[in-house]
């Protein structure tokens, strides 16, 4: 898996932090930002995450360039709605010799790696076929889940605190959580302001959403 944080909001801290400022001050655009310090800025946004006063988060955006990952996890990924993605096609891309994703559980097992690669051979030769005979947008009806894709996606920060609340949860899916951990440690660095205290809802609300499904983490924060 790759992912790089390609672009963001210049200055994401100031600009969520100036946002914030808006809703409490009668001042014109400039005399908003006017002697309004980092530490001001760093001190109003842990005063409104704190409170849940999270709209001014949404004007700090971050784009990734994310790959190396696959079909089941973009199934996954697209399901949150409050972000801009864009999915090479297998409309468009012939997928003739694809590169694939083996889950860990698999590729521990020498029989369970042999009859799932065993597959995966068997798909591509049927695909290299089926696509000299009818389009790659019907071809492409054999490809499997494990398939790789690339895509570029772009979430603003209070979307991105959504995600990782979900996805950072020992619950999610081993793919998608390893996507979640690589995203927060891109943006940790961009904007630690926004982003040094998050973490799975457990870890940031002191409850498991879980319930009978808990991983058990949960008795070792409350505890
Ligand atoms: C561990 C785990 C297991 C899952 N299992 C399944 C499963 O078995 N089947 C399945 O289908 N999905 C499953 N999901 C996906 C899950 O239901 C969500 O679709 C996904 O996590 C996206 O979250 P979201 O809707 O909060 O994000 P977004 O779509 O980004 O929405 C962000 C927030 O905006 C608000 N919002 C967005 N759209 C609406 C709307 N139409 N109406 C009202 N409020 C809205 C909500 O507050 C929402 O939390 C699973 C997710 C996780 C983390």
């Known amino acids: 898996m790759k992912v790089r944080l390609i672009s963001y909001t210049p200055d994401p801290e100031m600009t969520v932090a100036i946002a914030a400022r808006r809703c409490y001050s009668a001042l014109g655009s400039e005399g908003v930002a006017e002697g309004f310090s980092r530490e001001d800025a760093k001190k109003l946004i842990n005063t409104i995450l704190k409170a849940g006063h999270l709209s001014p988060t949404e004007h700090a955006s971050f784009t990734f360039a994310i790959e190396g990952v696959s079909r089941s996890l973009s199934h996954q990924l697209v399901r949150h709605r409050i972000a801009s993605y864009s999915q090479q096609s297998q409309r468009y891309v012939r997928e003739s010799g694809f590169e694939y994703i083996v889950p860990p559980t ?25 696509v000299e005979i009818v389009p790659k947008e019907d071809a492409r009806y054999i490809l499997p889940n494990a398939c790789e894709t690339k895509l570029v996606m772009t979430m603003n920060c209070r979307s991105l605190y959504n995600f990782f609340e979900r996805r950072l949860c020992n619950r999610a899916q081993w793919e998608i959580r390893g996507l979640a951990e690589e995203m927060l440690e891109c943006v940790r660095q961009a904007a630690p302001g926004l982003f040094s205290w998050v973490g799975s809802t457990c870890e940031m609300r002191g409850y498991c959403p879980e319930g009978k499904m808990s991983c058990g983490k949960i008795k070792s924060i409350t505890q």
């Not at 698999?106 to 089926?130: G, P, T, W």
């Open 106 to 130: 698999i590729a521990r097992s020498r029989e369970a790696l042999e009859l799932f690669e065993k597959q995966i051979e068997e798909i591509r030769e049927a695909y290299s076929k089926l």
